[in-house]
C-alpha cells in the first residue's frame, strides 16, 4: 500500500533538499514529484491539521512505494529544511489528492537533479530553470527583441509564462520560452 507526502518549504532549495534526504533514507517515489498550487493545499489541509504560521513559497505532492508506517518513520528521522504531512490510504484526504497526481506537472528542480535513480549524464541534458517561486509574484521579463515588461507572473509551464503587465491598459500575454531573454525580480526601493 503506498503513502502520499505533501512537501512544502520557505523555498525550492530546501524542498529539493527534502527530496534528497528521502531518496538516500531509503523512500522510493512511485513517480516523480508533481507541483501543486500552494494556496488551494493550505486550504485543504487547514480543515484536517493545525494551520502554520510559516509563509511558504513552493508545494509539492508525492507518492510513495511504501507504506504509511515507513515512510512516516523515516521523515520523522529527516533534517527539517521542509514542513511534510505524509497521509495513508484510510486519511480521508488520501484519495482527492491521489486522483490529482496524474493532472498536476512534474517538479523542476533547480539544477535539474534526477531524484529516481539512474545514470546520470549531466554533459548530454540542458539545464532546467524553475520558475515556480516568481509565480504570482512582481518580476521584470525582458524578451529577445529587447523588450521589457514589468508585472505579475502569473503562470509558468514547460511552454512559456502567462504574463500580467503591471499597465493596466494592456492586456495578459503569452510569452515562450524561446522569446524570454531574463526574468527578473525588481528591487525593493
Known amino acids: 500500500m503506498t503513502s502520499l507526502a505533501i512537501i512544502r518549504a520557505t523555498d525550492i532549495l530546501k524542498l529539493k533538499a527534502t527530496l534528497i534526504e528521502m531518496t538516500q533514507t531509503g523512500l522510493e517515489f512511485e513517480s516523480k514529484p508533481k507541483e501543486i498550487n500552494l494556496e488551494s493545499t493550505e486550504k485543504i489541509l487547514s480543515r484536517a491539521f493545525d494551520s502554520s504560521n510559516t509563509d511558504y513559497e513552493v508545494c509539492a505532492l508525492t507518492c510513495f512505494v511504501q507504506d504509511y508506517g515507513f515512510s512516516n518513520e523515516k521523515i520523522k528521522n529527516l533534517p527539517h529544511y521542509s514542513d511534510v504531512v505524509v497521509l495513508d490510504s484510510s486519511h480521508e484526504l488520501y484519495s482527492n489528492f491521489k486522483n490529482l497526481i496524474p493532472a498536476l506537472p512534474d517538479l ?10 539512474s545514470s546520470r549524464n549531466s554533459k ?21 527583441s529587447g523588450s521589457l515588461y514589468k508585472g505579475i507572473l502569473k503562470h509558468a509551464d514547460s511552454i512559456g509564462v502567462l504574463f500580467e503587465p503591471e499597465n493596466e491598459a494592456h492586456s495578459p500575454l503569452f510569452i515562450t520560452w524561446h522569446d524570454i531573454k531574463k526574468i527578473k525580480l525588481p528591487r525593493k526601493k
Open 108 to 117: 523542476i528542480l533547480p539544477n535539474g537533479h534526477n531524484l529516481q535513480k
Open 124 to 144: 548530454d541534458k540542458p539545464s532546467e530553470v524553475y520558475l515556480g517561486i516568481f509565480v504570482n509574484r512582481k518580476v521584470e521579463v525582458e524578451t529577445g
